[in-house]
């Protein structure tokens, strides 16, 4: 929950009033995804628009929202100032979104009120993605420096204070997910940019040896 709420710039408890779809000829229903007309009943992050329209393309990770229906809405802004949603399927939502509950919204609450650590976690993996143990990462931040050791089912996780960190891999690894934010580099890169974590924030990290090339 806590990587989901933080990676997506508008979380909402949102109505949908009206949807649109529009249209590609190149695909086998003609539908390249949707428009949702929204109310936003209350933001916990983002906007305090009153009305906010907000897209879903129709692939895998579509959103499909009913109209007069209650949701709490997770979305990213585009770069032309609109928004885009869509489902975590093996996460909090589903493809048909998520239901307003009182227990999400307290979850959420909780969140953003939080006074603890942040967290950095993840997996490693060898040439055949299997998990793997032993990999040791450096963790850097003002005043603030360890390291981190993959245990024996080959995760990793680290509490640290809020603030901006910078994750330094061994040579022999590369990132293949990266979601501190939402915003992934360059498939296999081994760099990490810095990141601000707030309270309660997670940084996620999968990693992988390096394949030779």
Not at 70 to 91: K, M, Q
Not at 127 to 136: E, P, Q, Y
Request: net charge neutral; with cysteine.
């Amino acid at each position: 929950m806590c990587n989901i709420l933080f990676s997506n710039d508008l979380v909402i408890h949102a109505k949908v009033v009206k949807t649109e779809i529009f249209k590609d000829k190149d695909d086998p229903d003609g539908i390249a995804g949707w428009l949702y007309h929204i109310n936003v009943l209350k933001a916990y992050r983002g906007t305090t628009e009153k009305k906010v329209i907000m897209r879903s393309d129709n692939t895998t990770a579509r959103l499909l929202l009913k109209p007069g229906k209650e949701y709490i809405v997770f979305a990213s802004r585009l770069p032309d100032a609109t928004y885009e949603a869509v489902n975590y399927c093996g996460g909090i939502q589903g493809a048909e979104g998520e239901p307003f509950s009182n227990l999400l919204e307290a979850q959420i609450q909780n969140l953003l009120k939080s006074s603890g650590p942040s967290f950095i976690e993840g997996e490693v993996r060898d040439k055949d993605f299997k998990l793997t143990t032993g990999a040791v990462l450096t963790v850097t931040g003002k005043d603030f420096s360890e390291q981190v050791t993959a245990d024996k089912h080959g995760f990793f996780n680290l509490k640290v204070p809020p603030g901006t960190y910078k994750v330094t891999l061994p040579k022999n690894l590369e990132v293949t997910i990266y979601s501190p934010n939402g915003h992934n580099p360059e498939p296999h890169s081994d760099k990490i940019p810095p990141n601000i974590l707030v309270s309660g924030q997670c940084m996620q990290l999968q990693l992988q040896e390096k394949q030779d090339r």
